[in-house]
């Protein structure tokens, strides 16, 4: 059962690796980390989106109508990135990626530092996988929300939710891609299933991981970065081995936002308007909160560009703008699947606006944003870090960090104005959901840590090696 697990998830790298090599012009820049990175994101949002359009064309799901024609894809794309070189270097990267993990870097020239922080991080993950794989699904929404659906998708192979009545106008990235681990093993093992969630932890931490090699930092002062993002408080260290979908939705932000932040700069890698589009589509995909993410991002974007007006305003601003219709393209199955189903879109969560709930949104926001158990010293460290970037933040594209984290946390704060919750009620809402919406954001609020801790000539020097 275990070698059909690794299969499974195989092929959702396999699919987003045949994705992304054809999407990449022949001269990206994209390191072997961040494209064996992004492929797992690409391949879970291929594979759902498929699964969706199965549903819509009543085909049953079987492994040979889910998985065969990624399959079929995958062979003349393999032979493309071979001639293109890049099969054969991320080849060697995953294979310099495991001996340098078995031996802690002691063969690859790594420092004590180095090689002890590569040691924390191993065991970090370590315990996530074995945490994740040894117990059930457990918690209300992993469940409910995702649990659930995922065994009423696979039993009935299909999305068919004439059984099941739970938020079912949610996005089901996360619940299809249950199910379809679930027919790699050919049964619902919810254990073994939580595997996916680790390894959405680990493209995090190795995503955020190559964006500061790509903003200045070396390799030891990048891998301290990391672990001190993982292991502040518990709530990332928590996702690990929960069933949520707040992970997924963390990873598309972290892509989305720090790509974007690359193209701002001038230093993201050729055909990352495309990944970015994707991303915002998994963003939707994921949770219904990724759609106002996405706008945020793009906005805080936009309003960057207009502040600094850099040369070719207008073409950067046409740029950022089908990067958004792009995302906003592949929202459109799901769309047409709720109307073709009738399913109500849900306002359960949404009521009027209440000015008392925002005064006191606001004040539990700030609260949770210092309460350590949760994020430890993560988010004062964020916000001196934007001190230290000084007049900087205004005159460069680091705004755009200072805005998306800005308008995220005013966004936070509105959402609970809107929440319909009695006054008794209301602050035990905000502490059982706000760690999970910070959560959205930290990693990509995170990248100001580039601000004191990068070294200068550094930046975008995509010739060094990054591991």
Known sequence: MLLWLIMGLGSIEVAGYALLALMLPRRSQFQPLERLSIAFGLGGLGITLWMLLLSLWHIPYSLLNIAGPWMALAVPVTLLSWKRGWLREDCRTILAVVYTLVTLGRKSNFSTIESGLLLLLIITFGFGLLRATLYPVWAWDAISTWGLKAKAFYLAQGMDFSRIDI???????????????????????????????????????????????????????????????ILNGATFLTHLFIAYADLPLTYYQLVAAGLLYLWLLDAAPAGSGVIIACMCGGMAWSKYEGWPLVLITFLA??????????????????????MGIGGWFLTIPWRFFTKFQSLEVGGDHIGGFYLHQFVQGIWLVLKALVWIPSFGLLWPVIFLSFILAGSSLI????????????????????????????????????????????????????????????????????ERDFI
């Not at 974007?301 to 089908?322: D, E």
């Not at 800005?406 to 929440?419: R, S, T």
């Open 167 to 229: 938020h079912n106008y949610y996005p089901n990235l996360v619940p299809l891609l249950m199910a379809y681990i679930y027919m790699w093993l050919g049964s619902v093992v919810d254990y073994l299933v939580k595997a996916l969630f680790p390894l959405w932890g680990g493209g995090i931490i190795l995503l955020y991981f190559c964006f500061l090699r790509r903003l200045g930092l070396t390799r030891a002062w990048a891998l301290g970065a990391s672990a001190f993002l």
């Open 301 to 322: 974007a936009g309003l960057t560009l207009l502040w600094l007006r850099p040369p070719q305003l207008f073409k950067r601003l046409l740029s950022l703008i089908l």
């Open 395 to 462: 005159s460069t594209p680091r705004i755009f960090l200072g805005l998306f984290c800005a308008g995220n946390l005013a966004a936070l704060a509105l959402a609970y104005a809107l929440v319909p919750a009695s006054p008794a009620e209301f602050p035990l809402y905000v502490r059982a959901t706000v760690d999970r919406l910070l959560l959205h954001v930290a990693p990509a609020c995170a990248l100001i840590l580039s601000v004191p801790l990068a070294s200068p000539g550094l930046l975008a020097n995509t």
